[in-house]
């Protein structure tokens, strides 16, 4: 019995990574087009698959460390921890409103609302969750995050088999780096520093290292898989890669009648990343304030920054972010390694 439950644990800590994982960014492909597709086929998955090792390897470490205090001065030292802590819930801010900027263009898209509509929306969704504790946002987004992968699975499996339709390239945005290994390691670090603190609070729940190493592995693998599924249809279909939400118009070419199934599957894509950033941003506040309403101010701030282009902000602010979690990401990996040694 005690064994079913731990398992349960490590599922549910599993899909609540995929589920953080898969953002307004992920759930358009905005962060598949620029950070893997403008490389081209193979370049894009080798990509994919060094992210993935490398979230594999942060998530794990961050879940297992056990200590005491902020997670930012263990992993990085005093100066460069309080440094990047500090920026760090001004960072998840500006990324809660792309998500809520996200919404606001899925839903005005896919049905013809105003994205007013969308972004108030998600706004009441996320907050109504953070509220709701961390116990409980862990068993949502563990439910929602396996459903979304199926979902984008489905769209990526739909490309292959279909094959290619020999449409041209369309022109694609400026790279984020250099190279295509500097871009999968940008990608890393700006999940692993968005997610440091959740995933923090995340591993406080599972029982022992192992256990938090599973959970892992298992959320980035199958993130992933989606991943590189859904890179390769985009070389599949490059007509999708010019509207600002790639994977809805693949979607749209391939089953025209259950577009507008996608609306929802997507939002929940954008929901699922944008409750633990709020939850993260006011994990950061000052004790001293009202949790509740404190959180419904930072909440409904993050509507009024919301209106800037989708696809500049994604490309504005994630590869800036990517270098602080590379940071934090080689900090938490030393403070692992002086641990060890001193147990020697």
Same mark, same amino acid.
């Given at each position: ?5 731990? !398992? ?17 960014? =992920? ?9 893997? /597709? ?16 490398? $979230? ?20 990085? &030292? ?14 998840? =801010? ?24 969308? !972004? ?5 969704? /996320? ?8 116990? !409980? ?7 929602? &995050? ?9 769209? &990526?499996?739909?490309?292959? $088999?279909?094959?290619?339709? *020999?449409?041209? +390239? ?21 999940? $692993? ?6 995933? %923090?609070?995340? *591993? ?12 892992? +592995? ?17 070389? $599949? ?19 025209? !009648?259950?577009? #507008? ?11 699922? %990343? ?20 404190? #959180? ?18 994604? *490309? ?15 900090? #938490?990996?030393?403070? +692992?390694?002086?641990?060890? +040694?001193?147990?020697?």
């Amino acid at each position: 019995m005690q064994e079913r439950a731990k !398992r349960r644990g490590v599922a549910s800590a599993a899909g609540a990574i995929i589920a953080c994982l898969i953002g307004a960014g =992920f759930a358009s492909g905005q962060e598949v087009l620029q950070f893997f /597709t403008v490389y081209g086929p193979l370049p894009g998955l080798l990509g994919a698959a060094l992210a993935c090792a490398v $979230l594999g390897t942060g998530c794990a470490l961050l879940m297992a460390d056990d200590g005491q205090g902020d997670v930012f001065v263990r992993c990085c &030292g005093p100066l460069a921890g309080r440094a990047l802590g500090a920026l760090c819930p001004l960072l998840l =801010f500006g990324v809660y409103a792309v998500m809520l900027a996200g919404a606001g263009a899925l839903v005005q898209t896919g049905t013809g609302l105003p994205a007013w509509a969308g !972004r108030a929306g998600m706004l009441a969704a /996320t907050l109504a969750t953070v509220l709701a504790g961390q116990e !409980r946002m862990t068993d949502i987004l563990g439910r929602a &995050g396996p459903l979304i992968v199926a979902f984008v699975l489905a769209a &990526g499996a739909g490309a292959l $088999l279909r094959g290619p339709t *020999g449409r041209p +390239w369309p022109g694609l945005p400026q790279p984020p780096a250099g190279s295509w290994w500097m871009a999968a390691l940008v990608y890393a670090g700006y999940n $692993l520093y968005l997610m440091a603190p959740f995933l %923090t609070a995340l *591993g406080g729940r599972l029982t022992g290292r192992s256990a938090a190493r599973r959970a892992a +592995w298992a959320g980035c693998g199958a993130f992933g898989a989606a991943l590189a599924l859904l890179h390769l249809a985009f070389c $599949l279909a490059p007509e999708a890669l010019s509207s600002q939400a790639p994977a809805m118009a693949l979607v749209r070419e391939l089953w025209p !009648r259950a577009a #507008a199934l996608a609306v929802p599957v997507l939002l929940a894509g954008v929901y699922t %990343t944008a409750a633990p950033l709020l939850f993260s941003v006011c994990r950061a506040l000052p004790p001293r304030l009202p949790r509740r309403p404190a #959180a419904a101010v930072t909440a409904a701030a993050g509507v009024a920054c919301a209106a800037l282009p989708f696809d500049r902000l994604v *490309g504005m602010l994630y590869p800036m972010i990517g270098w602080f979690g590379l940071a934090l990401t080689a900090g #938490a990996a030393l403070h +692992w390694a002086a641990g060890k +040694w001193k147990k020697r």
